[in-house]
């Protein structure tokens, strides 16, 4: 059944695309094209990265990583730790003055790397444009925690919020939110809320950003070159680091892998992508899924533009971002 899957569409991928209940790909993108163009060609002149597969090498790609966070915000964001099956679980979050929804969100980084200060900046202006409260999760990271101790810590936290969230928060109204690995993360911890905790009416929206849906790898990881910004060696160590000797059928599990599980009665679902994306097919047999199991769907197709596309300073990336924003402002009303 899973294999049927995989091959319908791969055959539908753009096509169904194009055939997307409601989209953003009417939308003229040609004014920020020569910018998107020339920051590609920026990204391109990075090289390879080094090696995630030493000890030396994976500190070296977090050590990076977090050269890049920004952690001034407007709202002085709040620490505090639950208890969750390795141990204490540290969450960020930002409260707003006003709050009429809460999001979960759940940091990318390839399930190898990455804290919610890489997501501080996103959730400050999140927080803000759309009154809601952000709870961002520091899950265990492999492969010092070996998956799916990340689900683990995801599906912790979601048991938390809806326990708690009308007292911490006011409300009993829930977003979950991730991008790439987190995004994947943001998908299973949905699931997870509909058929164990049995809540998923208290879930308005799924924010679901560049994500990973099939661990067994879709098609357009293939364009992932030595050049792109999400590059194929990386991306090959990436899997070889956090799945090691697991099979693609294990892989491909629905419980780890979301584009093959049931995905009836689930709430309506934003997908973000760049059509230059290794991870675009992931996207798009997604939103196919979601939207032809019943559910309502947005999907946004970015022209031109890599993994990451609301991460740089660009213009495309500010539109990606407020598309976001105001999408789940619209759901909480």
């Known amino acids: 059944m899973k294999h049927f899957i995989a091959t319908a569409l791969i055959q539908l991928s ?3 695309a194009l055939s997307a209940q409601e989209s953003n790909l009417k ?15 920026i990204l391109s002149q990075f090289g390879q990265p080094g090696t995630v597969l030493t000890k030396e090498g994976l500190q070296k790609a977090r050590e990076s990583m977090r050269t890049y966070i920004n952690t001034n915000t407007v709202i002085k964001p ?7 099956p390795g141990g204490n679980i540290p969450l960020t979050i930002f409260k707003p003055d006003t ?3 809460v999001v979960l969100d759940i940091h990318g980084g390839g399930w190898m790397q990455g804290s919610p200060e890489n997501d501080a900046q996103f959730n400050d202006q999140l927080a803000r444009a759309s009154k809601v409260a952000v709870v961002s999760v520091d899950y265990r990271l492999a492969p010092e925690n070996p ?3 990340c689900i683990e810590d995801c599906k912790a936290v979601a ?3 809806l326990n708690n969230c009308k007292v911490e928060f006011g409300t009993e109204k829930i977003f979950i939110s991730g991008g790439s690995a987190g995004g994947h993360l943001a998908a299973v911890t949905t699931l997870y809320i509909r058929d164990s905790l049995k809540a998923i009416d208290k879930v308005k929206g799924v924010n679901l950003i560049y994500g990973v849906y099939d661990l067994g790898r879709t098609p357009s990881h293939r364009l992932a070159t030595d050049s792109t910004f ?9 899997m070889q680091l956090v799945f090691g000797s697991w099979s693609i059928e294990q892989r491909q599990d629905p419980k780890y892998s979301p584009l093959y599980a049931d995905l009836h009665g689930l709430p309506p679902a934003l997908f973000t992508i760049g059509a230059a994306d290794p991870l675009a097919d992931d996207t798009y047999f997604m939103e196919a899924r ?25 213009k495309m990336a500010v539109i990606a971002k407020q598309k976001m924003y105001q999408w789940i402002k619209e759901l909480c009303k």
């Open 159 to 161: 048991k938390w919020l």
């Open 27 to 41: 939308e003229d993108y040609s004014a920020y094209l020569p910018e998107i163009r020339n920051f590609n060609k």
């Open 78 to 84: 709040i620490i505090r730790n639950i208890q969750g």
């Open 14 to 16: 753009l096509t169904i």
């Open 230 to 238: 999400l590059t194929k060696k990386g991306m090959e160590e990436m």
């Open 290 to 314: 979601w939207r032809f199991a019943g559910n309502k769907t947005y999907l946004a197709v970015y022209p031109e533009s890599p993994h990451g596309v609301d991460l740089f300073p660009t």
């Open 99 to 101: 709050i009429r929804a």
């Open 147 to 149: 998956f799916p101790a």
